[in-house]
């Protein structure tokens, strides 16, 4: 059914049980763009490609900037990440009602107030928003960890190219109908820096042990590169994200995840034999199974469009998928001889 407000879409999702029928109404694109936002994220990366027999000594020197991510209501684990979240917007009429002070203090708190001929004023350019609302949520997950001294130079920060995907999943699997909810549009990015940088955030992470009340971040990591390829897909440990994988170790957004196969995929230089070569060594040491396909079916795309964002052949990500469950046995096997299946 297509529906003509906010307000009717919203009731619609409430009274729908969670799941496949609440992914129903936001298949239908009217009725999404009607609680649409956006969100926007980074992730920063240190090192460069270097030499070796194995795809994983190759990229052994490149390090991946993220956060352990906190339920900011609960305290528990969930999730890691990249730096970012939801975008904050003002609507026209909240904007119309405040004095020209006022709406300057908005600037660098609201996304979309920016300063146009030292007036403030409303924008909707979706890559103004999407850098200030990198920067903002930079700004406020590391000030969470106690770190309120490092900008992010917005230059550098480059966008991974994921055109309309999805993070519907708050919306269709947990909003329990109170409040507000959205459908949201997230923006990727990365940042390249030295590993100094990533070194000097994920120690201070650790000294200060700031952390804010209703933290959303519980430490800075600096996480190899080849590490960070094998976090989605264990159903393992004591807690649990919702869909059941692990709280503690997986990537909360499985766009964030396809960052860090973007990244190796570029440190590579898009080459498909080595790309088949890295997923074969990721997941000849994980004892779950890695696959893109349940990952871009949750940001509502398929294996072309990970092709796509991965600049890499369809006809490999699809032999890889094919050939990952006997790796994948093979390495449960050497994990857990007595219960692999």
């Given at each position: 059914?297509?529906?003509?407000s906010?307000?009717?879409?919203?009731?619609?999702?409430?009274?729908?049980?969670?799941?496949?029928?609440?992914?129903?109404?936001?298949?239908?694109?009217?009725?999404?763009?009607?609680?649409?936002?956006?969100?926007?994220?980074?992730?920063?990366?240190?090192?460069?490609?270097?030499?070796?027999?194995?795809?994983?000594?190759?990229?052994?020197?490149?390090?991946?900037?993220?956060?352990?991510?906190l339920?900011?209501?609960?305290?528990?684990?969930?999730?890691?990440?990249?730096?970012?979240?939801?975008?904050?917007?003002?609507?026209?009429?909240?904007?119309?009602?405040?004095?020209?002070?006022?709406?300057?203090?908005?600037?660098?708190?609201?996304?979309?107030?920016?300063?146009?001929?030292?007036?403030?004023?409303?924008?909707t350019?979706?890559?103004?928003?999407?850098?200030?609302?990198?920067?903002?949520?930079?700004?406020?997950?590391?000030?969470?960890?106690?770190?309120t001294?490092?900008?992010?130079?917005?230059?550098?920060?480059?966008?991974?190219?994921?055109?309309?995907?999805?993070?519907?999943?708050?919306?269709?699997?947990?909003?329990?109908?109170?409040?507000?909810?959205?459908?949201?549009?997230?923006?990727?990015?990365?940042?390249?820096?030295?590993?100094?940088?990533?070194?000097?955030?994920?120690?201070?992470?650790?000294?200060?042990?700031?952390?804010?009340?209703?933290?959303?971040?519980?430490?800075?990591?600096?996480?190899?590169?080849?590490e960070?390829?094998?976090?989605?897909?264990s159903?393992?440990?004591?807690?649990?994200?919702?869909?059941?994988?692990?709280?503690?170790?997986?990537?909360?957004?499985?766009?964030e995840?396809?960052?860090?196969?973007?990244?190796?995929?570029a440190?590579?230089?898009?080459?498909?034999?080595?790309?088949?070569?890295?997923?074969t060594?990721?997941?000849?040491?994980?004892?779950?199974?890695?696959?893109?396909?349940?990952?871009?079916?949750?940001?509502?795309?398929?294996?072309?469009?990970?092709?796509?964002?991965?600049?890499?052949?369809?006809?490999?990500i699809?032999?890889?998928?094919?050939?990952?469950?006997?790796?994948?046995?093979?390495?449960?096997n050497?994990?857990?001889?007595?219960?692999?299946?």
């Amino acid at each position: 059914m297509i529906y003509q407000s906010r307000t009717e879409v919203l009731e619609a999702l409430r009274q729908a049980p969670f799941g496949k029928p609440r992914q129903k109404i936001l298949d239908i694109k009217q009725n999404r763009d009607l609680i649409l936002n956006s969100g926007a994220n980074v992730t920063l990366v240190a090192g460069k490609t270097g030499t070796g027999n194995t795809i994983k000594k190759q990229l052994q020197n490149i390090r991946l900037g993220l956060i352990a991510r906190l339920n900011a209501k609960t305290g528990a684990p969930d999730g890691i990440g990249a730096l970012g979240g939801l975008a904050e917007r003002t609507s026209e009429e909240e904007f119309a009602r405040l004095d020209e002070a006022a709406q300057k203090k908005l600037i660098g708190f609201r996304d979309d107030v920016i300063l146009q001929n030292g007036m403030p004023v409303l924008t909707t350019d979706i890559n103004i928003i999407r850098i200030n609302n990198v920067l903002r949520e930079t700004r406020e997950e590391l000030e969470n960890l106690g770190i309120t001294d490092f900008k992010l130079p917005t230059d550098a920060v480059k966008l991974v190219k994921m055109p309309d995907i999805r993070d519907d999943n708050y919306a269709v699997n947990i909003w329990n109908g109170k409040n507000n909810v959205w459908a949201i549009t997230p923006y990727c990015h990365i940042l390249r820096c030295p590993q100094e940088t990533l070194n000097m955030l994920a120690q201070r992470s650790q000294d200060l042990k700031q952390h804010q009340k209703l933290s959303e971040a519980a430490e800075f990591m600096n996480l190899p590169l080849f590490e960070a390829l094998k976090r989605y897909g264990s159903f393992s440990g004591t807690e649990r994200l919702e869909d059941g994988r692990n709280a503690q170790t997986d990537y909360r957004y499985p766009h964030e995840w396809l960052v860090s196969w973007y990244i190796a995929s570029a440190a590579l230089k898009h080459d498909d034999n080595a790309f088949l070569r890295l997923m074969t060594e990721v997941q000849d040491e994980t004892p779950w199974k890695i696959s893109f396909r349940p990952a871009a079916k949750k940001f509502g795309k398929d294996l072309d469009f990970v092709a796509g964002v991965l600049k890499i052949s369809p006809d490999t990500i699809r032999q890889a998928e094919k050939i990952m469950p006997n790796t994948h046995v093979s390495a449960l096997n050497r994990s857990n001889p007595h219960q692999a299946q």
